[in-house]
């Protein structure tokens, strides 16, 4: 079984430019997640959807983060702009409901 | 929002060793994980934990659920130089969402 695919693996940009992250979960899992973990800190929940519905974005900043999952499969992450502070790793985790979460390998994003 | 304290932050020990790690929470949980990164990945679970005073092990991995349900450690025996890595300690309070909070996790280093 494929795990979660998570594009691209590495990022660096410029602070206030854009940037977007995708997510391929495990087939037939309807909740994502995404997760932002900072250097020497666990992962935080940015945002979990169940199939194509937000179900907590309580930690998503909104006034640059968004997220979506149209047809309740991939899902993208995008900052616009970003700020040195998003440096950060971007993991994808899905589950088959509410239960184990797998993650996929994340992606490492550097803003200079 | 809720925390996790873990401890401790680092262990650097000999191959064969033992090692215990744990975690503490202000709140109560119903779950606990305890999950595994080696670098460049996204967490693995490990074990997890269902209810009060459960002890479950996974090879040479113990882990329990604290009575008070604020607190979970994790034991690793005869430690080998591939249990290199970041051991988070997860848990998730209940709830509609399955909201998982992480520990800033435990790294530790073998040395052969």
């Known amino acids: 079984e494929a795990g979660v695919a998570q594009s691209p693996r590495y990022k660096i940009i410029e602070k206030r430019q854009s940037v977007a992250f995708w997510c391929n979960p495990i087939?037939?899992?309807?909740?994502l997640y995404w997760y932002q973990q900072i250097l020497g800190q666990g992962p935080k929940l940015l945002i979990q959807?169940?199939?194509?519905?937000?179900?907590?974005d309580s930690q998503l900043p909104k006034d640059r983060f968004s997220a979506e999952r149209l047809k309740g499969v991939d899902s993208t992450l995008k900052i616009q702009p970003a700020k040195l502070e998003d440096s950060a790793v971007y993991l994808c985790?899905?589950?088959?409901?509410?239960?184990?979460?797998?993650f996929g390998p994340g992606t490492r994003l550097t803003v200079l | 929002g809720q925390q996790l304290n873990q401890s401790p932050q680092s262990m650097f020990i000999q191959e064969g060793e033992d090692v215990s790690m744990n975690c503490t929470s202000s709140s109560i949980f119903n779950t606990w994980l305890w999950y595994k990164q080696d670098p460049g990945e996204g967490p693995v679970l490990l074990i997890a934990?269902?209810?009060?005073?459960e002890l479950t092990s996974n090879g040479r991995l113990t882990a329990q659920f604290g009575i008070t349900r604020k607190d979970s450690f994790l034991n690793i025996s005869a430690s080998i130089p591939s249990d290199v890595g970041i051991y988070f300690c997860a848990g998730n309070s209940g709830g509609s969402n399955y909201k998982l909070t992480f520990g800033k996790g435990t790294l530790l280093t073998v040395n052969p």
């Open positions: 934990l269902y209810k009060a005073g």
């Open positions: 959807f169940q199939n194509n519905g937000v179900v907590d």
């Open positions: 087939s037939g899992h309807a909740t």
């Open positions: 985790a899905s589950s088959l409901g509410l239960d184990t979460q797998y």
